[in-house]
């Protein structure tokens, strides 16, 4: 699978950091590099034939269909496509005009992931979002019109501006535009953003922990009543539906990243990747030159990874792959450490996959950390 960052940015969230060019100035120069980088990386995959190809990072929509396809047949050039190959590219709603979508929809490009974010005016101004609500729920119609059915949405919940009753609305809202996919995430605040300097000057309230919560398991109980999956924390889909390229992350499988700041993993011990910045990237590859960094990860790092991704999707850890993997006295650690999880009731066995109960989910993260091997 092929992952193609894209550099640009529109959006200045107030939630977030970007690394990226909010510019689009060298657009054609970045577009070659990339190009460049295709080509010089075209040997790292050992499978040739791409099951997805994910555009996101920035603001891909700011490419044109023109220039979404022409990387498409860049990479076509050294890489075949299964027949059911899942294409994505990430989507601001306001990007999705008539233009763009007729355009798009002549393209190998069959699967949307539209960063809605809410359908609340108050939440989107918070986070400092360029759309608004009506934007939100008619790009997702008009996607619908030009025949893009494999939909996803951004939905945040645990926002200062909102509550349980307001995110409710947001969920049935979701459920009427019958989108199958929808990866939603707690309102964290990052340092020095927007929203932290709002915060530290009292012009809104801290996201609180205990309602982030009671929103996170009222999520997944309203869609799991209404036909989704909860198939990863922060994901649920139809049958049918699941992101291909996000479970292939979470089943370690090797992946390539092309533009700056992309990462890329060969599916065993090495992890690269590229430079943040820009103009760097775009010289170092005109000279012919990647601009990437990589590590040989340690058995700790491998193992660690392995129990925090997994632990976070409904496949659990397999231990098998474990005692395969790694040796007996990291193994000895690790069972020690899950007996008294699983007599807790935080940890299940199921079929030799080790596992956290949907309940316990929101603390996934604290789980999977107390087993890491240090």
Known sequence: MIYIHIPFCKQKCSYCNFHFST????????????????????????????????????????????????????????YSFEQDIEVTLEANPDDLDKNFLRGLSGSP?????????????????????AHTAHEAEDSIKRAQDFGFENLSIDLIYGSPTSGLEIWKENLHKTIALEVPHISSYALTVEPKTALENWIKKGKVSNPREEEQNSEFYYLSSFLKDHG?????????????????????????????GIGPSAHSYNGRDKRSWNIAHNQQYIQKLSSGILAKEEEILSGKDQFNEMIMIGLRTVWGVDLDQLKTKFSGAILENFNAGIRQKMRDGILIMENNHLKIPEKHWFMADGIAADLFMV
């Open 23 to 78: 510019s689009l100035h060298g657009k054609d120069e970045m577009l070659a590099a990339m190009k460049k980088e295709i080509f010089l990386r075209k040997g790292e995959l050992q499978d040739r034939n791409l099951k997805s190809l994910y555009f996101g990072g920035g603001t891909p929509s700011i490419l044109s269909p023109d220039e979404i396809k022409s990387l498409i047949d860049e990479v076509l050039k050294y």
């Open 228 to 256: 989704f999956d909860h198939y990863e924390i922060s994901n649920f889909a139809k049958p049918g539906f699941y992101s291909r390229h996000n479970s292939a992350y979470w089943k370690y499988n090797e992946y390539l």
């Open 109 to 129: 490009v069959n699967r949307l992931s539209i960063g809605t974010q809410s359908f609340f005016e108050a939440d989107l101004k918070l986070m400092n979002r």
